[in-house]
């Protein structure tokens, strides 16, 4: 086989430029833990002495961390004085844990993986599944502060008015279900913005429960919002207004089962927001940036959930309008719409 050489030298620089990321991205992680980008925005331009000083890390190790972090271009580096300083754009991004624009939890939840790897490998050769459960603490703490960010920026301001009438029944007062709602990140948005509506968040992982319990009275929010373990297919209640499940649905064994289950729970004029990922209906459709990210995530989390839940329907993280329109019908619905979306999400109104 003759290989032509300008398409080698293109692939073997695409992989590269991977490898830098994925070896990178155990340094985004680090630095996050350490506070090393908020140190680096409260010291402003600084030595790795003088940010070893100010952080409580050793200074060599910090030089070579700010090196990575330069040569990356996640900081800058000034030759004629030997300091390391974030721009505006880097310090959003990188140590702002409020800006819509903070991204440091995609990379927990990445290297989250890689601390699994052994045991997703044998199932991939067993056909087994790997429950959410099961997997390194870092992907629950990384998927709650790379997915809030983005309901903050967009829930309460977009996504909710793009319901028909659902924003004037919240201010009114409504009785609302956030069915797989992990440390509870949407349930309290919805919360602070309708103070007057009920807010009941529902997740299978307990210790996820724990955290979002927590996070609710450390926000005041405990006379409104309320937490339990409970399944998509078997949460309590019922004559709910809106229910909302967040980046899950496709991570279940059942989708069918728990859209039925939906169906029942809701008021007869209730609505369910379903958002899930952005995504073509064909693979060709999703042979992009997004459609990497949500595969790659699919194939080590989503698709291993759904293996290990009784069903196993494996609707993977690009499952595209029409596949999740056919489960919501199949599940009693008759209206379906894409009624917002964003470069990642699509913001789904589905009523009875």
């Known amino acids: 086989m003759t290989i032509d050489q300008s398409d080698l030298d293109t692939f073997v620089g695409r992989f590269a430029s991977d490898l830098a990321a994925t070896l990178h991205a155990a340094t985004v992680v680090v630095g996050d833990k350490l ?15 003088e940010l070893a ?24 580096y000034d030759a004629a004085t030997g300091r390391f300083h974030l721009d505006e754009v880097q310090a959003a991004c990188l140590a702002d844990p409020t800006h819509p624009a903070f991204v440091v939890g995609g990379m ?16 991939f050769r067993t056909g087994a599944g790997f429950g959410w459960h099961e997997h390194h ?25 793009a319901l028909d009438g659902v924003e004037d029944r919240l201010g009114a007062g409504a009785l609302v279900a956030d069915v797989g709602c992990g440390h509870g990140a949407s349930t309290l948005l919805l919360a602070e913005a309708y103070p007057k509506s009920t807010i009941v968040g529902f997740d299978y992982h307990d210790a ?21 373990v409970a399944g998509a297919a078997d949460f309590p209640g019922t004559g709910y207004d809106l229910v909302c499940i967040f980046d899950a649905l496709h991570d279940m064994g059942d989708p069918v089962a728990a859209a039925a289950h939906i169906r029942q729970a809701l008021a007869d004029d209730g609505t ?18 997004v459609g990497r990210i949500f595969y790659s995530a699919s194939t080590m989390i989503c698709t291993p959930a759904s293996r290990a839940q009784k069903g196993a329907a494996c609707l993977g993280a690009q499952a595209g309008d ?15 719409r894409r009624a ?7 913001v789904l109104e589905v009523r009875p």
């Open 137 to 161: 603490d870092d992907l629950f703490a990384g998927t709650e502060r790379f997915f809030r960010p983005g309901y903050a920026a967009n829930l309460t301001s977009a996504w909710i008015p």
């Open 35 to 49: 506070g090393l980008y908020q140190g680096m925005v409260e010291h402003g331009p600084a030595t790795p002495a």
């Open 340 to 346: 917002a979306e964003t470069p990642f999400n699509a």
């Open 53 to 76: 000083a100010s952080t409580g890390c050793d200074e060599r190790y910090l030089r070579e961390w700010l090196s990575a972090q330069a040569a990356s271009e996640y900081a800058h």
């Open 272 to 289: 369910w927001l379903l958002v899930e990922p952005r995504a073509g209906d064909r693979l060709e459709d999703n042979l992009n940036l």
């Open 208 to 228: 996820s429960i724990e955290v979002a319990r927590k996070r609710a009275a450390q926000a005041g929010l405990g006379d409104r919002v309320r937490f339990e």
């Open 108 to 123: 927990t939840v990445a290297s989250s993986l890689h601390k699994d790897e052994e045991k997703l490998r044998t199932a």
């Open 322 to 336: 029409a596949r999740l329109a056919e489960v919501t019908r199949a599940g009693g619905f008759t209206r379906f």
